[in-house]
Protein backbone atom coordinates (compact mmCIF):
# COMPACT_ATOMS: atom_id res chain seq x y z
CA UNK A 1 0.00 0.00 0.00
CA UNK A 2 1.38 3.29 -0.72
CA UNK A 3 1.98 6.14 2.07
CA UNK A 4 1.74 8.96 -0.17
CA UNK A 5 -1.98 9.78 0.80
CA UNK A 6 -3.16 11.86 3.75
CA UNK A 7 -4.28 9.15 6.34
CA UNK A 8 -8.08 9.89 5.63
CA UNK A 9 -8.94 5.95 4.73
CA UNK A 10 -8.90 2.61 6.10
CA UNK A 11 -8.14 0.80 3.54
CA UNK A 12 -7.86 -3.13 2.58
CA UNK A 13 -5.08 -4.12 1.11
CA UNK A 14 -5.83 -4.44 -3.09
CA UNK A 15 -5.20 -2.34 -5.57
CA UNK A 16 -7.38 -2.05 -8.40
CA UNK A 17 -6.24 -1.55 -12.66
CA UNK A 18 -9.31 -1.94 -14.37
CA UNK A 19 -13.31 -3.24 -14.23
CA UNK A 20 -15.54 -4.84 -16.78
CA UNK A 21 -19.49 -4.91 -15.90
CA UNK A 22 -19.84 -5.68 -11.99
CA UNK A 23 -16.06 -7.21 -12.17
CA UNK A 24 -12.79 -5.18 -10.77
CA UNK A 25 -9.45 -6.72 -11.34
CA UNK A 26 -6.50 -5.73 -9.33
CA UNK A 27 -2.79 -4.86 -10.10
CA UNK A 28 -1.98 -8.99 -9.90
CA UNK A 29 -4.93 -9.95 -12.27
CA UNK A 30 -7.02 -11.30 -9.60
CA UNK A 31 -10.72 -10.91 -10.43
CA UNK A 32 -13.15 -9.82 -7.90
CA UNK A 33 -17.33 -9.65 -7.77
CA UNK A 34 -18.20 -5.96 -7.08
CA UNK A 35 -21.12 -5.80 -4.48
CA UNK A 36 -19.86 -1.89 -3.70
CA UNK A 37 -20.16 -0.11 -7.47
CA UNK A 38 -17.76 2.54 -5.55
CA UNK A 39 -20.49 3.14 -3.03
CA UNK A 40 -23.54 3.99 -5.15
CA UNK A 41 -21.08 5.50 -7.79
CA UNK A 42 -20.52 2.91 -10.68
CA UNK A 43 -23.80 2.33 -11.25
CA UNK A 44 -23.51 0.95 -14.68
CA UNK A 45 -20.89 -1.45 -13.93
CA UNK A 46 -17.48 -0.86 -15.23
CA UNK A 47 -16.63 -0.11 -18.80
CA UNK A 48 -20.47 0.19 -19.70
CA UNK A 49 -20.12 0.75 -23.18
CA UNK A 50 -22.27 3.61 -23.85
CA UNK A 51 -20.79 5.50 -20.91
CA UNK A 52 -17.32 4.85 -22.55
CA UNK A 53 -18.42 5.85 -25.88
CA UNK A 54 -19.93 8.97 -24.80
CA UNK A 55 -16.89 9.88 -22.21
CA UNK A 56 -14.37 9.09 -25.20
CA UNK A 57 -16.19 11.44 -27.70
CA UNK A 58 -17.02 14.24 -25.49
CA UNK A 59 -13.54 14.63 -24.19
CA UNK A 60 -12.46 14.99 -27.73
CA UNK A 61 -14.86 17.47 -28.82
CA UNK A 62 -14.59 19.78 -25.41
CA UNK A 63 -14.22 18.65 -21.76
CA UNK A 64 -14.65 22.51 -20.16
CA UNK A 65 -16.56 25.57 -20.80
CA UNK A 66 -16.34 27.84 -17.93
CA UNK A 67 -19.89 29.15 -16.26
CA UNK A 68 -19.53 33.12 -18.24
CA UNK A 69 -21.00 30.23 -21.08
CA UNK A 70 -23.26 26.96 -21.64
CA UNK A 71 -22.81 23.85 -23.48
CA UNK A 72 -24.65 21.77 -25.80
CA UNK A 73 -23.97 18.50 -23.71
CA UNK A 74 -24.76 20.32 -20.45
CA UNK A 75 -27.80 21.89 -21.35
CA UNK A 76 -29.24 18.48 -22.61
CA UNK A 77 -28.17 17.03 -19.45
CA UNK A 78 -29.82 19.35 -17.10
CA UNK A 79 -32.87 19.56 -19.01
CA UNK A 80 -33.42 15.20 -18.77
CA UNK A 81 -32.18 15.46 -15.10
CA UNK A 82 -35.03 18.16 -13.83
CA UNK A 83 -37.70 16.22 -16.46
CA UNK A 84 -36.66 12.95 -14.29
CA UNK A 85 -37.45 14.58 -10.91
CA UNK A 86 -40.89 14.28 -10.17
CA UNK A 87 -42.02 18.16 -9.46
CA UNK A 88 -38.24 19.56 -9.93
CA UNK A 89 -38.27 23.24 -12.03
CA UNK A 90 -34.37 24.13 -11.70
CA UNK A 91 -31.09 22.46 -11.12
CA UNK A 92 -27.55 23.88 -10.06
CA UNK A 93 -24.65 21.23 -11.18
CA UNK A 94 -21.60 20.79 -8.67
CA UNK A 95 -18.90 18.16 -8.04
CA UNK A 96 -20.21 16.18 -4.82
CA UNK A 97 -22.39 15.31 -2.49
CA UNK A 98 -20.94 17.34 -0.16
CA UNK A 99 -21.15 20.57 -2.55
CA UNK A 100 -24.81 19.87 -3.69
CA UNK A 101 -25.99 19.37 0.36
CA UNK A 102 -24.01 22.76 0.54
CA UNK A 103 -26.03 24.01 -1.87
CA UNK A 104 -29.17 23.33 -0.68
CA UNK A 105 -28.61 24.46 3.02
CA UNK A 106 -27.94 27.91 1.29
CA UNK A 107 -31.04 28.30 -0.61
CA UNK A 108 -33.04 27.02 2.55
CA UNK A 109 -31.58 29.79 4.38
CA UNK A 110 -31.97 32.43 1.52
CA UNK A 111 -35.62 31.45 0.68
CA UNK A 112 -36.07 32.11 4.37
CA UNK A 113 -34.45 35.26 4.72
CA UNK A 114 -36.05 36.96 1.67
CA UNK A 115 -39.77 35.60 3.23
CA UNK A 116 -39.53 36.05 6.75
CA UNK A 117 -36.23 37.98 7.78
CA UNK A 118 -33.61 36.84 10.18
CA UNK A 119 -33.59 34.10 12.56
CA UNK A 120 -35.50 31.68 10.92
CA UNK A 121 -32.25 29.55 9.37
CA UNK A 122 -32.05 26.94 11.34
CA UNK A 123 -31.93 23.46 9.52
CA UNK A 124 -33.07 20.23 10.74
CA UNK A 125 -31.67 17.00 10.28
CA UNK A 126 -31.50 13.38 11.90
CA UNK A 127 -29.82 11.54 14.39
CA UNK A 128 -27.52 8.94 12.01
CA UNK A 129 -27.40 10.99 9.17
CA UNK A 130 -25.12 11.15 6.68
CA UNK A 131 -24.62 14.94 4.67
CA UNK A 132 -20.82 14.88 3.99
CA UNK A 133 -17.40 15.85 5.44
CA UNK A 134 -17.29 20.01 4.59
CA UNK A 135 -17.73 22.06 7.59
CA UNK A 136 -21.32 23.19 6.80
CA UNK A 137 -22.10 19.05 5.78
CA UNK A 138 -20.12 17.75 9.20
CA UNK A 139 -22.09 20.29 10.56
CA UNK A 140 -25.45 18.99 9.35
CA UNK A 141 -24.43 15.27 10.29
CA UNK A 142 -26.25 13.95 12.78
CA UNK A 143 -23.07 12.26 14.24
CA UNK A 144 -21.19 13.05 17.42
CA UNK A 145 -17.94 11.31 15.89
CA UNK A 146 -17.94 13.80 13.23
CA UNK A 147 -18.14 16.92 15.53
CA UNK A 148 -14.35 17.17 17.03
CA UNK A 149 -10.90 18.34 16.07
CA UNK A 150 -12.20 21.15 13.42
CA UNK A 151 -14.16 23.29 15.21
CA UNK A 152 -15.72 25.91 15.08
CA UNK A 153 -19.21 24.36 12.80
CA UNK A 154 -21.06 25.55 10.97
CA UNK A 155 -24.03 27.24 13.81
CA UNK A 156 -27.98 26.28 13.22
CA UNK A 157 -28.21 22.71 12.57
CA UNK A 158 -30.94 20.68 15.01
CA UNK A 159 -30.72 17.04 15.32
CA UNK A 160 -33.50 14.69 16.03
CA UNK A 161 -34.20 11.11 16.50
CA UNK A 162 -35.04 9.32 13.32
CA UNK A 163 -39.09 7.85 13.63
CA UNK A 164 -40.15 10.29 16.24
CA UNK A 165 -43.09 11.91 14.77
CA UNK A 166 -43.40 13.99 18.03
CA UNK A 167 -39.91 15.18 17.98
CA UNK A 168 -40.29 16.03 14.36
CA UNK A 169 -43.56 18.15 14.84
CA UNK A 170 -41.57 20.23 18.21
CA UNK A 171 -38.05 20.59 15.76
CA UNK A 172 -39.89 22.28 12.81
CA UNK A 173 -40.11 25.29 14.39
CA UNK A 174 -41.81 27.69 11.93
CA UNK A 175 -40.09 30.54 13.84
CA UNK A 176 -36.85 29.29 13.47
CA UNK A 177 -36.68 26.39 10.89
CA UNK A 178 -35.61 26.97 6.89
CA UNK A 179 -35.68 23.51 6.55
CA UNK A 180 -35.38 19.64 6.82
CA UNK A 181 -32.66 17.89 5.44
CA UNK A 182 -33.59 14.14 5.62
CA UNK A 183 -32.56 11.10 3.89
CA UNK A 184 -34.91 8.90 2.74
CA UNK A 185 -32.99 5.84 3.38
CA UNK A 186 -29.79 6.48 5.50
CA UNK A 187 -26.75 4.96 3.85
CA UNK A 188 -23.45 5.32 5.99
CA UNK A 189 -25.44 4.40 9.38
CA UNK A 190 -27.28 1.28 8.20
CA UNK A 191 -29.43 1.37 5.01
CA UNK A 192 -31.91 2.20 7.58
CA UNK A 193 -35.69 3.42 5.54
CA UNK A 194 -37.65 5.96 7.30
CA UNK A 195 -41.04 4.91 7.86
CA UNK A 196 -44.09 5.61 5.12
CA UNK A 197 -46.02 7.47 8.03
CA UNK A 198 -42.77 9.19 9.14
CA UNK A 199 -41.94 10.91 6.01
CA UNK A 200 -45.63 11.70 5.00
CA UNK A 201 -45.26 14.07 8.55
CA UNK A 202 -42.65 15.55 7.81
CA UNK A 203 -43.66 16.34 4.24
CA UNK A 204 -47.07 17.72 5.74
CA UNK A 205 -45.18 19.77 8.82
CA UNK A 206 -42.74 21.17 5.81
CA UNK A 207 -45.87 22.53 3.88
CA UNK A 208 -47.91 23.54 6.35
CA UNK A 209 -45.24 25.59 7.99
CA UNK A 210 -43.65 26.75 4.85
CA UNK A 211 -40.09 24.54 5.96
CA UNK A 212 -38.41 23.40 2.83
CA UNK A 213 -38.47 19.64 2.41
CA UNK A 214 -34.67 18.69 1.08
CA UNK A 215 -34.30 15.01 0.49
CA UNK A 216 -30.55 14.05 0.67
CA UNK A 217 -30.97 11.56 -2.27
CA UNK A 218 -26.95 11.33 -2.78
CA UNK A 219 -26.45 7.59 -2.00
CA UNK A 220 -30.34 6.48 -2.62
CA UNK A 221 -31.54 8.22 -5.63
CA UNK A 222 -30.66 8.01 -9.22
CA UNK A 223 -32.60 4.17 -9.54
CA UNK A 224 -31.04 2.82 -6.33
CA UNK A 225 -34.05 1.85 -4.32
CA UNK A 226 -36.59 0.65 -7.86
CA UNK A 227 -37.45 4.52 -8.63
CA UNK A 228 -35.80 7.37 -9.58
CA UNK A 229 -35.99 9.42 -6.91
CA UNK A 230 -36.15 7.01 -3.65
CA UNK A 231 -38.57 9.89 -2.25
CA UNK A 232 -41.02 8.87 -4.97
CA UNK A 233 -41.87 5.39 -2.91
CA UNK A 234 -42.76 7.47 -0.27
CA UNK A 235 -45.45 9.66 -2.56
CA UNK A 236 -44.61 12.79 -1.74
CA UNK A 237 -43.06 15.74 -3.37
CA UNK A 238 -39.71 17.19 -2.03
CA UNK A 239 -38.84 21.06 -2.58
CA UNK A 240 -35.70 20.37 -2.91
CA UNK A 241 -33.32 17.17 -3.98
CA UNK A 242 -29.83 16.90 -3.49
CA UNK A 243 -28.01 13.86 -6.00
CA UNK A 244 -24.38 13.09 -7.02
CA UNK A 245 -22.61 9.32 -6.51
CA UNK A 246 -24.36 7.38 -9.41
CA UNK A 247 -25.85 10.72 -10.87
CA UNK A 248 -22.66 10.12 -14.19
CA UNK A 249 -21.99 6.73 -13.42
CA UNK A 250 -18.42 7.46 -11.66
CA UNK A 251 -17.38 11.07 -13.14
CA UNK A 252 -17.41 13.63 -10.63
CA UNK A 253 -21.05 15.56 -10.43
CA UNK A 254 -23.01 16.79 -7.85
CA UNK A 255 -26.96 18.43 -8.32
CA UNK A 256 -29.26 20.52 -6.31
CA UNK A 257 -32.55 20.34 -8.00
CA UNK A 258 -35.61 22.64 -6.62
CA UNK A 259 -39.28 22.71 -7.40
CA UNK A 260 -41.83 25.66 -7.36
CA UNK A 261 -41.17 27.07 -4.11
CA UNK A 262 -36.96 27.64 -4.32
CA UNK A 263 -36.56 27.25 -8.12
CA UNK A 264 -35.65 30.82 -8.34
CA UNK A 265 -34.00 31.92 -5.02
CA UNK A 266 -30.51 32.05 -5.67
CA UNK A 267 -29.77 35.02 -8.27
CA UNK A 268 -26.85 36.29 -10.13
CA UNK A 269 -23.13 35.55 -8.45
CA UNK A 270 -25.00 34.00 -5.30
CA UNK A 271 -23.60 30.48 -6.44
CA UNK A 272 -20.81 28.96 -8.68
CA UNK A 273 -18.65 25.65 -9.29
CA UNK A 274 -15.91 26.19 -11.97
CA UNK A 275 -15.60 21.97 -12.35
CA UNK A 276 -20.04 22.21 -11.53
CA UNK A 277 -21.26 20.10 -14.54
CA UNK A 278 -18.54 20.18 -17.13
CA UNK A 279 -19.03 18.39 -20.31
CA UNK A 280 -17.79 15.30 -19.42
CA UNK A 281 -19.85 15.03 -16.25
CA UNK A 282 -22.93 15.91 -18.78
CA UNK A 283 -21.68 13.45 -21.42
CA UNK A 284 -21.76 10.62 -18.62
CA UNK A 285 -24.76 11.74 -17.00
CA UNK A 286 -26.62 11.87 -19.97
CA UNK A 287 -25.83 8.06 -20.43
CA UNK A 288 -27.24 7.75 -17.21
CA UNK A 289 -30.32 9.38 -17.24
CA UNK A 290 -30.92 7.89 -20.72
CA UNK A 291 -30.17 4.29 -19.49
CA UNK A 292 -31.83 4.56 -15.71
CA UNK A 293 -34.54 6.44 -16.40
CA UNK A 294 -36.76 4.02 -17.51
CA UNK A 295 -39.62 1.81 -16.33
CA UNK A 296 -38.52 -1.36 -17.35
CA UNK A 297 -34.81 -1.01 -16.18
CA UNK A 298 -36.29 0.57 -12.91
CA UNK A 299 -38.04 -2.58 -12.41
CA UNK A 300 -35.57 -4.93 -12.70
CA UNK A 301 -33.34 -2.86 -10.00
CA UNK A 302 -36.27 -3.70 -7.58
CA UNK A 303 -36.33 -7.28 -8.76
CA UNK A 304 -32.71 -8.02 -8.28
CA UNK A 305 -32.95 -5.98 -5.04
CA UNK A 306 -35.83 -8.65 -4.03
CA UNK A 307 -33.96 -11.70 -5.21
CA UNK A 308 -30.84 -10.65 -3.02
CA UNK A 309 -32.83 -10.36 0.22
CA UNK A 310 -35.19 -13.07 -0.31
CA UNK A 311 -32.04 -15.37 -0.66
CA UNK A 312 -30.09 -14.17 2.28
CA UNK A 313 -33.66 -14.76 4.36
CA UNK A 314 -33.63 -17.84 3.07
CA UNK A 315 -30.42 -19.16 4.58
CA UNK A 316 -32.08 -18.25 8.14
CA UNK A 317 -28.09 -18.17 9.13
CA UNK A 318 -27.60 -17.75 13.07
CA UNK A 319 -24.65 -14.79 12.00
CA UNK A 320 -27.70 -12.96 10.21
CA UNK A 321 -30.16 -10.82 12.55
CA UNK A 322 -31.74 -9.13 9.94
CA UNK A 323 -31.67 -7.53 6.19
CA UNK A 324 -33.27 -4.70 4.72
CA UNK A 325 -33.36 -2.10 2.14
CA UNK A 326 -34.94 -1.40 -1.12
CA UNK A 327 -33.80 -1.83 -4.17
CA UNK A 328 -30.32 -2.53 -4.84
CA UNK A 329 -29.60 -0.88 -1.38
CA UNK A 330 -29.05 -3.46 0.85
CA UNK A 331 -28.11 -4.28 5.01
CA UNK A 332 -27.58 -6.94 7.13
CA UNK A 333 -27.17 -6.90 10.40
CA UNK A 334 -24.90 -9.57 11.58
CA UNK A 335 -23.96 -10.68 15.22
CA UNK A 336 -20.06 -10.37 14.41
CA UNK A 337 -18.02 -6.96 13.43
CA UNK A 338 -18.34 -6.48 9.82
CA UNK A 339 -15.06 -5.53 8.75
CA UNK A 340 -13.58 -8.59 9.16
CA UNK A 341 -16.00 -10.41 7.08
CA UNK A 342 -15.27 -7.57 4.44
CA UNK A 343 -11.29 -8.73 4.76
CA UNK A 344 -12.14 -12.40 4.49
CA UNK A 345 -14.81 -11.59 1.54
CA UNK A 346 -12.43 -9.66 -0.52
CA UNK A 347 -9.96 -12.75 0.09
CA UNK A 348 -12.30 -14.62 -1.69
CA UNK A 349 -12.79 -12.62 -4.45
CA UNK A 350 -16.13 -10.52 -3.51
CA UNK A 351 -16.12 -6.51 -2.24
CA UNK A 352 -18.98 -5.90 0.07
CA UNK A 353 -19.35 -2.58 2.12
CA UNK A 354 -20.05 -2.01 5.74
CA UNK A 355 -22.35 0.69 7.22
CA UNK A 356 -21.61 0.84 11.06
CA UNK A 357 -20.22 -1.36 13.40
CA UNK A 358 -22.28 -4.93 12.79
CA UNK A 359 -24.12 -3.99 9.07
CA UNK A 360 -22.99 -5.39 5.95
CA UNK A 361 -24.02 -3.13 3.01
CA UNK A 362 -24.43 -4.10 -0.64
CA UNK A 363 -24.71 -1.58 -3.52
CA UNK A 364 -24.15 -3.30 -6.43
CA UNK A 365 -23.95 -1.93 -10.35
CA UNK A 366 -27.87 -2.15 -11.47
CA UNK A 367 -26.35 -4.35 -14.16
CA UNK A 368 -24.83 -7.46 -12.24
CA UNK A 369 -26.45 -10.25 -13.34
CA UNK A 370 -28.50 -12.99 -11.74
CA UNK A 371 -25.56 -15.55 -12.28
CA UNK A 372 -23.25 -12.85 -10.71
CA UNK A 373 -25.97 -12.23 -7.65
CA UNK A 374 -26.03 -16.09 -6.68
CA UNK A 375 -22.04 -16.16 -7.31
CA UNK A 376 -21.18 -13.29 -4.85
CA UNK A 377 -24.17 -14.69 -2.25
CA UNK A 378 -22.66 -18.27 -2.64
CA UNK A 379 -19.04 -16.58 -1.79
CA UNK A 380 -20.33 -14.44 1.52
CA UNK A 381 -22.21 -17.79 2.74
CA UNK A 382 -18.82 -19.35 2.45
CA UNK A 383 -17.28 -16.58 4.28
CA UNK A 384 -19.83 -16.59 6.90
CA UNK A 385 -19.05 -20.33 7.15
C1 LIG B 1 -21.75 10.07 0.04
C2 LIG B 1 -22.80 10.89 0.64
C3 LIG B 1 -22.64 12.29 0.80
C4 LIG B 1 -21.35 13.00 0.47
O1 LIG B 1 -21.02 12.90 -0.87
P1 LIG B 1 -19.54 13.30 -1.38
O2 LIG B 1 -19.62 13.19 -2.85
O3 LIG B 1 -18.60 12.34 -0.74
O4 LIG B 1 -19.29 14.69 -0.91
C5 LIG B 1 -23.70 13.01 1.30
N1 LIG B 1 -24.87 12.41 1.63
C6 LIG B 1 -25.07 11.08 1.49
C7 LIG B 1 -26.38 10.48 1.85
C8 LIG B 1 -24.04 10.28 1.01
O5 LIG B 1 -24.21 8.96 0.90
Redesign the pocket.
Given at each position: MSDVFMNTYHRLPVTFAKGEGAWLTDVNGKRYLDFTAG??VNCLGHGYPALVKAIAEQAAKCNHVCNYYQSDVSVAFAEQLVAACVGMRKVFLG???????EGACKIARKYSLKKYGPGRHRIVTLQG??????IT?LSATGQDKFHKDFGPFTEGFLFIPPGDQAALDRALDPASVAGLLI?AI???SGILPQEDAYIKAAAKYCAERDILLMF?????GVGRTGTFLACEGYGVKPDIV?L??GLSGGV?V?AVLAGEKAADVFETSDHGSTFGGNPLAAAAGLVVLQTVNNPAFLKAISGKGEKIQATLKSWKHPAIKAVRGRGLMIGVDITTPAWPVLEAALAKGLLILSAGPNTLRFLPPYTITDGEIDQGLGILRETLG
Amino acid sequence: MSDVFMNTYHRLPVTFAKGEGAWLTDVNGKRYLDFTAGIAVNCLGHGYPALVKAIAEQAAKCNHVCNYYQSDVSVAFAEQLVAACVGMRKVFLGNSGAEANEGACKIARKYSLKKYGPGRHRIVTLQGSFHGRTITTLSATGQDKFHKDFGPFTEGFLFIPPGDQAALDRALDPASVAGLLIEAIQGESGILPQEDAYIKAAAKYCAERDILLMFDEIQCGVGRTGTFLACEGYGVKPDIVTLAKGLSGGVPVGAVLAGEKAADVFETSDHGSTFGGNPLAAAAGLVVLQTVNNPAFLKAISGKGEKIQATLKSWKHPAIKAVRGRGLMIGVDITTPAWPVLEAALAKGLLILSAGPNTLRFLPPYTITDGEIDQGLGILRETLG
